[in-house]
């Protein structure tokens, strides 16, 4: 029996299509081995958000290679798409099959089972379906991802997944709730919807969107939580915020990229709001969802900008204090229209500012945190870390218990006593919510 090893690099959809191409494999007769095992096949699912994605990409295909010399190599996923030319030249690689016909690739290791190096992406832009990749059951996690929606239109001047992605389509609803069904029949309780560009989902299909989408999870049996996956803030008007407001099941957390707080930033990264707009969405939010947190990506060192346009986005940053913040420096992908623009950042800059922002976000985060001392939250436990149990609140906070029990799984009551690195150390308790 053949064995097959998976490395996934970069985001949740990511995750959610090296397990869906690990079922395929499975269901073929394949066996599913660690990364670290000799396979006869390793399969890298990269990603090519910033150059050192594409730096660890090339690392993990030498890697594999070196597990086995033998090996056939297959390389996936956004940086085999953009850069197929790029990556069919890495010694070793015998597949490239960046962000399409996924669904086919236990067909082609079948079929190209020979040495013989083979390039099978094609252009993506013209691409109109979603690719039929679906997981009937996650391994080792409490929380199960689906994929609900692919592609973006967007074109921020800096972002080259779009065209790694393609235009955007949107997964049948009825497809997507089939899927949370079967995972709730699995055993999970918690879904995270991810995708692209989450905020496009049904778009492209004129009669649902996904407030619909949501309704319509809520009434899957079984399942007590449904989380987003980062989502851009222009999706969240009014009547959106109102409709899912209604939602009982959902994760009060929203990942709103805001990217930067000055509007002449925001114009030439080629972001559709302005700071005004993000500002009332996440008020609209609060206004609806009293414990919500609002956490964010913040990019610093865009070209062009100026300590005043810096400056501005830190004032913006205290003024809706994030609970939390991925801060991200700036960098140059081949192909995208602000690697030629004028005035570059230097990198001290960049690091610079990204040590303020974090510095900023830092305070603001521990401020969130401390509303909830006191309180009593719902958890859902995932791990053991040493002699604790790790797991989630509803809002996304992370909180320690001190216990032998193993709790994997389970939700529980827990009071929210004190703060320790960034986390919760409490205990279970039998109380009401605050
Ligand atoms: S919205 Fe912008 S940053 Fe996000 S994937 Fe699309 S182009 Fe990239």
Redesign the pocket.
Request: glycine share 0%; proline share 7%; aromatic share 14%.
């Given at each position: 029996m053949k064995k097959v090893a998976f490395y996934t690099l970069g985001c949740k959809v990511n995750q959610y299509e090296t397990e869906a191409m690990a079922e395929l494999f499975e269901k073929s007769g394949y066996t599913v081995c660690d990364f670290d095992e000799f396979a006869d096949i390793y399969v890298i699912n990269t990603c090519t958000v910033t150059s050192m994605s594409d730096r660890k990409s090339r690392q993990i295909i030498r890697r594999a290679k070196k597990m086995n010399e033998n090996a056939y190599i297959i390389v996936t996923g956004c940086y085999a798409q953009v850069a197929q030319d790029e990556v069919a030249k890495i010694e070793g690689v015998n597949l490239v099959l960046g962000a399409k016909d996924r669904d086919k690739i236990v067909t082609f290791a079948d079929e190209y089972f020979k040495e013989q190096l083979i390039v099978k992406s094609s252009d993506i832009s013209y691409t109109h379906t979603f690719e039929p990749l679906t997981i009937g059951e996650f391994k080792s996690r409490t929380r199960a991802y689906i994929k609900v929606q692919e592609g973006?239109n967007?074109?921020?001047s800096?972002?080259i997944?779009?065209y790694a992605?393609g235009p955007i389509r949107s997964r049948d609803l009825d497809d997507v709730i089939n899927e949370t069904k079967r995972l709730a029949n699995a055993g999970f309780t918690e879904v995270t919807y991810v995708g692209?560009?989450i905020a496009s989902y049904g778009l492209d299909k004129k009669n649902y969107d996904l407030a619909d989408l949501l309704c319509a999870a809520d009434k899957v049996d079984g399942i007590k939580r449904i989380r987003l996956s980062s989502i851009?803030p222009m999706t969240l008007n009014a009547d959106f915020i109102k409709k899912i407001s209604g939602v009982k099941k959902l994760c009060h957390h929203f990942h709103l990229?805001l990217?930067s707080g000055c509007d002449e930033t925001l114009k030439r990264m080629n972001?559709k709001y302005t700071v005004d707009d993000y500002y009332n969405i996440v008020l609209g939010l609060r206004r609806h969802f009293p414990d919500v947190a609002i956490t964010t990506d913040i990019m610093v060192g865009f070209p062009g900008e100026t300590e005043e346009e810096f400056s501005k986005t830190c004032a913006f940053l205290e003024k809706v204090s994030f609970s939390s913040a991925h801060i991200f420096q700036y960098s140059r992908r081949k192909g995208t229209p602000a690697d030629s623009f004028e005035n570059q950042i230097p990198s001290e800059i960049k690091a610079k500012r990204s040590k303020i922002v974090k510095e900023i976000t830092d305070i603001t985060r521990l401020e969130f945190m401390e509303k909830f001392i006191g309180c009593d939250a719902e958890v859902l436990f995932e791990q053991r870390v040493g002699g604790y149990f790790e797991g989630k609140t509803g809002n996304y906070m992370n909180v320690l218990v001190k216990t032998d029990a193993e709790l994997s799984g389970q939700y529980k009551t827990v009071r929210l006593e004190r703060i320790k690195n960034g986390s919760f150390i409490g205990k279970i308790v039998n109380n009401n919510y605050c």
């Open positions: 973006c967007q074109f921020c800096y972002c997944i779009p992605r692209i560009h851009e990229s990217q972001r």
